[in-house]
């Protein structure tokens, strides 16, 4: 595999870009492998190459039934930041902002890693002091944060709404500028032709139909490419998480949900960074290419079917233009809905589980594109020496009969409220 | 846009209604003290690809508290009746 760099972007330029490589390989799948990922987006393939790398365990498959970065990592709203202040979240998430930050050198594949920085907008004097706590919280922890004033917003996002008739007045924000956005069909990619480079054979098209099982333990899936033997299987397929954990006998707790994401037509750059709403839940920013990206709530009830109602297409539309009057007369171009593994709690898993042989990443919530790198690094630690990391240890199943939810929001056992 | 067939007020819109989760779920009885029954009742959840019932409360109608089938895979909707009653 040819290593990317200018000269060979000049190089390839002068003989037509005929010659280059397939950027990873497409294998049959062998019999037997240390280690079989499920679920070639994001995460498992960041695992397969943290396993390789970090662990030195490179006899590994990851296996996707459709196509690789098909699902949440090709549906979500590319957001990454790590303004979280619950212990377990916190350090975590900043973990995966270091690794963001240097991972398009890591990975040598650009994935246009941006920190324009985020803006969590307050609309009252109580959600001013949520936010300074907040910020505090992120500060004790090593984290930037700033809490900027109405004027200060006003300066730098001088489109939003600050009329006397404003819904919800601007009081200020919470700012963390090293947050942005990132190319997120890349950051797939990316790992997979970095995972494929230390020998990780990822095999699309191959949907697990059960596991194989020897003494009440997993010892291999049974897929639609045949059975394939494995010491560990690690199922990192968030959205889909209850259908394989059902196969496994196990009850998790955890909803599927419906959300919707939508771009606009593409326009001037007007939104150079991210905002999030704080009257209603809403986010926006701007691709590259010109489309206003935005996000809402979602639709509120279990579903699989990636595919939302209109209710919330408006709920979203009219947050959007509560925020910034001047998106009124703009038209959507496209948009879509993700399912989401919600947890009880609002907080991911990262964890071996009570069946030997089977650890679960999963329980990614909205949240689940920002923690990619440092969900494969810290799952790979988990699965390499059978024990979490110290960033991924509050991530477990027992948590919840413990009474150590992470509940970040504060909203209970309710999963389409987080 | 679901339509929920109310057996009080007939066909209406998801948005006069508020979900109220999984229906297959039973509370404990009250002098339960086991940890495990209350963690199934309270954390843990069957999360179905296909049929599911479910609580819908019709807050912006009748106010009644509902069960309804519906399919999380395509949302088809099922039956739909009171869930008063029902004993949980």
Same mark, same amino acid.
């Given at each position: 595999?040819?290593?990317?760099?200018?000269?060979?972007?000049?190089?390839?330029?002068?003989?037509?870009?005929?010659?280059? &490589?397939?950027?990873?390989?497409?294998?049959?799948?062998?019999?037997?492998?240390?280690?079989?990922?499920?679920?070639?987006?994001?995460?498992?393939?960041?695992t397969a190459y943290y396993l390789a790398k970090e662990h030195g365990i490179r006899n590994v498959a990851v296996i996707e039934?459709?196509?690789?970065?098909?699902?949440?990592?090709?549906?979500?709203?590319?957001?990454?930041?790590?303004? #979280?202040?619950?212990?377990?979240?916190?350090?975590?998430?900043?973990?995966?902002?270091?690794?963001?930050?240097?991972?398009?050198?890591?990975?040598?594949?650009?994935?246009?890693?941006?920190?324009?920085?985020?803006?969590?907008?307050?609309?009252?004097?109580?959600?001013?002091?949520?936010?300074?706590?907040?910020?505090?919280?992120?500060?004790?922890?090593?984290?930037?944060?700033?809490?900027?004033?109405?004027?200060?917003?006003?300066a730098r996002l001088p489109y939003i709404d600050y009329s006397q008739n404003a819904r919800f007045p601007i009081h200020g924000?919470?700012?963390?500028?090293?947050?942005?956005?990132?190319?997120?069909?890349?950051?797939?990619?990316?790992?997979?032709?970095?995972?494929?480079? &230390?020998?990780?054979?990822?095999? &699309?098209?191959?949907?697990?139909?059960?596991?194989?099982?020897?003494?009440?333990?997993?010892?291999?899936?049974?897929?639609?490419?045949?059975?394939?033997?494995?010491?560990?299987?690690?199922?990192?397929?968030?959205?889909?998480?209850?259908?394989?954990?059902?196969?496994?006998?196990?009850?998790?707790?955890?909803?599927?949900?419906?959300?919707?994401?939508? =771009?606009?037509?593409?326009?001037?750059?007007?939104?150079?960074?991210?905002?999030?709403?704080?009257?209603?839940?809403?986010?926006?920013?701007?691709?590259?290419?010109?489309?206003? =990206?935005?996000?809402?709530?979602?639709?509120?009830?279990?579903?699989?079917? &990636?595919?939302?109602?209109?209710?919330?297409?408006?709920?979203?539309?009219?947050?959007?233009?509560?925020?910034?009057?001047?998106?009124?007369?703009?038209?959507?171009?496209?948009?879509?809905?993700?399912?989401?593994?919600?947890?009880?709690?609002?907080?991911?898993?990262?964890?071996?589980?009570? =069946?030997?042989?089977?650890?679960?990443n999963g329980g990614w919530c909205y949240g689940g594109f920002k923690a990619t790198p440092a969900s494969g690094w810290c #799952?790979?630690?988990?699965?390499?020496?059978?024990?979490?990391?110290?960033?991924?240890?509050?991530?477990?199943?027992?948590?919840?009969?413990?009474?150590?939810?992470?509940?970040?929001?504060?909203?209970?056992?309710?999963?389409?409220?987080? | 846009?679901?339509?929920?067939?109310?057996?009080?007020?007939?066909?209406?819109?998801?948005?006069?209604?508020?979900?109220?989760?999984?229906?297959?779920?039973?509370?404990?009885?009250?002098?339960?003290?086991?940890?495990?029954?209350?963690?199934?009742?309270?954390?843990? %959840?069957?999360?179905? %690809?296909?049929?599911?019932?479910?609580?819908?409360?019709?807050?912006?109608?009748?106010?009644?508290?509902?069960?309804?089938?519906?399919?999380?895979?395509?949302?088809?909707?099922?039956?739909?009746?009171?869930?008063?009653?029902?004993?949980?």
């Amino acid at each position: 595999m040819g290593k990317y760099s200018a000269f060979s972007v000049f190089r390839h330029a002068l003989t037509g870009n005929r010659n280059w &490589q397939r950027a990873w390989r497409d294998p049959e799948p062998k019999s037997a492998y240390d280690v079989v990922i499920v679920g070639a987006g994001g995460h498992g393939l960041a695992t397969a190459y943290y396993l390789a790398k970090e662990h030195g365990i490179r006899n590994v498959a990851v296996i996707e039934k459709g196509w690789l970065g098909g699902g949440n990592t090709g549906r979500n709203t590319t957001i990454v930041r790590s303004n #979280y202040m619950m212990p377990g979240n916190t350090r975590f998430y900043e973990r995966s902002l270091r690794l963001w930050e240097n991972l398009s050198h890591e990975l040598n594949y650009n994935v246009m890693f941006s920190q324009r920085g985020q803006y969590g907008l307050c609309h009252s004097p109580a959600q001013m002091d949520a936010a300074r706590r907040r910020g505090n919280i992120m500060r004790a922890n090593g984290i930037d944060a700033q809490l900027l004033s109405r004027e200060q917003v006003q300066a730098r996002l001088p489109y939003i709404d600050y009329s006397q008739n404003a819904r919800f007045p601007i009081h200020g924000s919470l700012y963390q500028g090293r947050a942005g956005t990132a190319r997120h069909d890349a950051v797939a990619w990316g790992y997979a032709r970095a995972a494929d480079g &230390q020998g990780v054979d990822i095999i &699309q098209q191959c949907e697990v139909l059960g596991y194989l099982w020897e003494n009440g333990n997993i010892v291999g899936v049974e897929t639609t490419k045949g059975d394939i033997k494995a010491k560990k299987v690690a199922l990192a397929v968030a959205g889909h998480t209850g259908h394989l954990a059902e196969k496994a006998n196990l009850r998790l707790p955890i909803e599927t949900h419906c959300l919707q994401a939508f =771009v606009s037509e593409p326009l001037k750059p007007l939104v150079d960074t991210v905002i999030s709403f704080g009257g209603a839940h809403f986010y926006i920013s701007q691709s590259d290419k010109g489309g206003l =990206v935005m996000g809402g709530d979602l639709d509120g009830y279990n579903s699989y079917a &990636q595919r939302g109602g209109l209710p919330i297409v408006e709920h979203s539309l009219a947050s959007a233009k509560a925020l910034i009057p001047g998106v009124s007369r703009l038209r959507l171009l496209r948009h879509w809905a993700g399912v989401m593994d919600m947890s009880m709690d609002g907080s991911p898993f990262i964890t071996k589980t009570p =069946v030997d042989g089977l650890y679960l990443n999963g329980g990614w919530c909205y949240g689940g594109f920002k923690a990619t790198p440092a969900s494969g690094w810290c #799952y790979a630690w988990t699965i390499a020496k059978d024990e979490p990391h110290e960033d991924n240890a509050e991530f477990t199943l027992d948590r919840f009969e413990r009474g150590y939810q992470i509940d970040e929001k504060g909203a209970g056992p309710q999963p389409n409220a987080h | 846009m679901i339509r929920i067939n109310c057996p009080v007020c007939g066909l209406r819109d998801e948005t006069e209604f508020t979900y109220g989760g999984d229906a297959s779920v039973t509370r404990p009885p009250i002098d339960d003290t086991q940890l495990s029954s209350w963690m199934d009742f309270v954390f843990m %959840r069957d999360n179905p %690809r296909g049929e599911h019932r479910e609580f819908w409360h019709h807050v912006q109608g009748c106010r009644q508290w509902l069960v309804l089938e519906r399919n999380t895979a395509n949302h088809a909707i099922g039956s739909c009746t009171l869930a008063a009653g029902r004993g949980t």
